[in-house]
Each structure stands twice: as C-alpha cells, then as structure tokens.
C-alpha cells in the first residue's frame, strides 16, 4: 500500500457479505429440521413431502419476484407443467424411474418458464401481472380440454413410480418420497444460494433495483429476466414432479390462479429474496392451515388474513426478513 | 485526427416542439467537451437520443466509423459509448465495490455466469479496488450506495462508467445535487480521466466547465448557437442573449 493510504484503510480487506460456514449451517439446520419432522410427524409424512413440493413453488417465485422483481399471479402453470410432465412420462410413456420423473418434470416446469417468460415479459407492471394470471388460466384450460393426456378434471392417474434407485420401494408411509423430497430440496437449495451469487444472481438483483441502469452498463433485461423465467421453471417443475411421485395423481389444481395466489401469500409472509424466507412461509402457512383448519376452516381462513394484514404492514420483510434484521441490529450493538 | 464519435443533423420533436433540431458535433479520441445551455434547452434529450434511450426522428450517429443509430440502447455501450445520469441511477442495495464488480463482469461478458462470485475472482476484485481508489472511494467501498453520501453516488457514478473502458463517456450533470464542499472531488475525478477517452460533459458550474473543456457548445431551444473555445463563449452576442434573454425581458417590461 502506498503513504498516501493510513494504515486503518489498508489493513481492511474486503470480505464477502457471507461465509461457507453460515452457508453449512443453513444446510444442516433444513436437515435437522427434517429429521425432527419425521421423528414428530411419523403418520403425517406424506403432507410434509407435499409442503417441499410447494417450497420448490415458492422459492421458484421467489427467483422472479424476489430478485429480479417481476410479480407473477400464475407460477403454478410452471409446478403443474412440472407434475404433468413427470405423471404423463408415467402414465403414458411408462418412464417410472423417480429420478427421470424428477428430470421430466424439471424440463416441464422449463419449457413453461419460457413460455410465461416469453408472454409476461412482453409487459410491465401490472401488466405482467394479468399477463401471469392470463398463463395460468390457459395452461389450465390445455390441461382441462387434453384430457386424453392429462385425465381433464377427473386427474391423471395410473402414475407408479419404480423404487427409487431400484432398492427403495415407495411406501405407504410416504417414507421413501420424504427422503426424496428432503435429498432434492437440499440439492436445489445449495444451488439457488451458489446462484443468487454468482454474476447472474447479481444482474438480477441489479434488474430489481434499476432496470434502466443495468441497459445502460450493456447488459440485456429481458434475455437475462427470460433466463431466470427457465431456471424458475426447473425448481418450480422439480417440485411438481416430486408431488406426481409422492401422491401418484395429478389434478387440475396444481394448474391453478388459486395455488399461484396461496404460494406468493406464502412467499411474502416469509419474506422476499431471501431463500431461507420462501422455505420458512411455505411451512408456517401450510401446517397452520393443516392445523387450523381441521379444528375451524372458518378461523383458519379468519386467522390467516390476519396474519398477512399483519404482516405487510408491521413487518413488510416477511417472517425471515424482519428476523433477520432484528438480528442484525442486536449484533451491531 | 479522426472522429471516433459523430453526430449529423440529429433531430426531434415531442409533439409540437422541436427539441432537439439538426444537431451536428464530432469529437474526436481526448477531446473535453462541455455541453451548455439554459434548462430545458434539450441537453439531456440530445444524450438520451444519442445513447438511444429516446429514437430520434432522424439523423445520423456514428462510433468508430460505424453507424450506431438504430442499435439497442445496450449494444451502443457494448461498443462503448456510455453514459451517466443527471439524477444517479445505482442499485441502492448494493455496494459500491458490488457496482464496479458487476460492471466489470459485463464488460468481460461473464455477467450471464451461474456459479461462482467475483469475491473469488482476484482480477475482478483488483480492478475494482483500483477503481475505488482512484476516485477515493475506499471508505464508502462496503457500504450500501443508499447509505452513503451523494457525492460519494456521483464519483461512483464516473467509477461505474469507466469499468466498462468506453471510447465516448457522456456525463449529465455530474455534479449536481453536490455541495459545493464536495465539488472538487468531482473535479479531479474528471481530471483523472483517461486521456484517450472522449468526454462530452453537460454542466451547468460554469467553473467547473471552463477548467474542464477546451470545447464548448451551446445549445438554446435545440439548436447549436455556439461551439469553439471556452474564452470565446462569454463573448459571444447570441450566448449572452440565450441567457440572459429572459432577463432582458423582465427589465424592458418593469
Ligand atoms: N419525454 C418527453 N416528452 C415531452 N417533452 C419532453 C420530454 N423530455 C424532455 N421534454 C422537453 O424537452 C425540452 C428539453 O428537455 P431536456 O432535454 O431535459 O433539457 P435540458 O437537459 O437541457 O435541461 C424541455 O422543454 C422538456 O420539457
Ligand atoms: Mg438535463
């Protein structure tokens, strides 16, 4: 370092704002989590692997929305396109093997992120918005009227999986395809953390936050906004295709307007841009309502609205985000 | 020496008002150049339509030799014409070490990667440091840009055009909003220009400009009425009366 700099300033070395460390215990909580489910809701583990499924949902409206900012009503078209796409390679073509299930529900769930990317993108704001509830309506409309493919509103059923890796058989506990389920959210979930900081991951963020400065450093919003919208569509598919394996039928509503509001509910009670938030409101919200709403489906709905009123006005960063921030504040002291 | 930047007869109108009309400039590799002109004269439409943020109605504009009219406003500044705003625009939530990072992964055309992070990258984070420090920006380095000070936004502003090494750098305004404390900071960040780089510079601190141009070009409502020398300018019959007109005005009507 040169005179002209006091020591205090070159001694500093920058540090990224994370650490492997962190990043390790993040991992091991979401596995310590999952063990602690199974060992308290042994009979139960087949809701449990339905909420992973939704988690996938969330986080995949979470690339869009929560980094690049693009609000979307209709991302079920990308989970349901993922299910389909796993139950029809069952169904029809006899592809049972879970892991090729998983991998044609991924390229499901990415063909539909290219076209919703494609058909969103050509709008701004609350255009995008319509533009979303627009593509899941008609991709709901297909899967209806298609019904030699997809078994209309009836469901498509007939989907028997093969054990996982030849060896496990998936049982009537939903054993199998909760240890599926943990295995693939863990994978996705490193991914996701490595790409939210990556170069991409930045000129995402940098979208949210000024579109017009990131065109004029060079670099192109919508082919890079159409990019996310297909990695979106493979989390969003993997999760649609575990919910084919785990529950062997496929129905019109994981094609839904409703499952599309209920996961961007579920994404901002948790919190917005960060993964852990996404993980966290999909939890609270679906095992309140598996709770709540056995006793009283009239206070579930009651009790609900309430939270997310209070919520967005007392703590607009979400369960995760607020946490995190009152975390941050304690520690500066 | 040869224009690596030209304009010919640029023009347009929003409505009925022409706003920008048949403006012609070249400039050639280390030219400084400052553009003025009383507000609303149409200095921000001329960059606007230039880097083509606004299509102009017609007109030529050329880079290097090569006909950039009709590009994407992001091709232009792959090719190196760049830009910076009269109002900041920077991520608020990033830091400024993060900015020069991401525009110099743009620049390497690496910001499509999906793994890895520039933390990791020793010449991603040499170049930005460098940068940071030719315009002192060490300090704020690791804070967020919404919490640091504005002129503090501005010299980030020149750090995050430079990293992407541009042929032709056109600066809005790049002191307003400063207090008049922090202006000389600015002032030595355009000093400290690369000397091949072509500088067109709106300003309005009429000592910031005649330290910086050895060009000036005035434009009134869209039209060049002045271009030459910065000691010529003041001198000038159609200048004085471009600015001072209104008051001219005022007074014959007291
Ligand atoms: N998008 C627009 N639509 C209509 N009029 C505009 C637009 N942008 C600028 N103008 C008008 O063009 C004139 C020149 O504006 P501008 O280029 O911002 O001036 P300057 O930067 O020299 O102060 C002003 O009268 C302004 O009102
Ligand atoms: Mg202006």
Redesign the pocket.
Known sequence: MDANHPASLAEQVARPPFSASADWIGLAAILAAAIIGYLLFPNNLALLTRVIGIVMLVLSIDLVTGFCGVATLGHAALFGAGAYAAGIAAAHFGITDPIAMIAAGAAGGAVAGLISGLVVLLGHGLGQLVLSIAIVNLFHEAANKAASWTGGSDGLTDIAPSPLFGVFAFDLWGRTAYGLGIALLVIVFFLLQRLSRSPFGMLCRGIRQDPIRVAAMGASVRKTLLKMYIISGVVAGVGGGLNAISTQVVGLDSLSFTLSAQALVMLVLGGTGSLYGAIIGTFVVMLFEDFVSAANPFHWLTIMGALLVGVVLFAPRGIFGTAAQLFDQWRRR | MSAVFEVERLSKA?GG?A?TQAVSLAMAPGDRVALI?P???????FVNLVTGHLKPDSGVVRLAGDQINGMKAMQRVQRGLVRSFQVTRLFPEMTPREHLALAVLQRQGRTGRLYGTFWSMPEVLEESEALLRTLGLEAAADRKVAEIAYGQQRLLEIAFALALRPKVLLLDEPAAGVPQSETPRIEAALAGLPADLAVLMIEHDMDLVFRFAKRVIV?AAGTIIFDGAPGDVTKDARVREAYLGSYADDRSVA
Not at chain 2, 39 to 45: H, I, L, M, R, V
């Open positions: 929003f008002l706003v002109g507000n609303g004269a149409g200095k921000t439409t434009l």
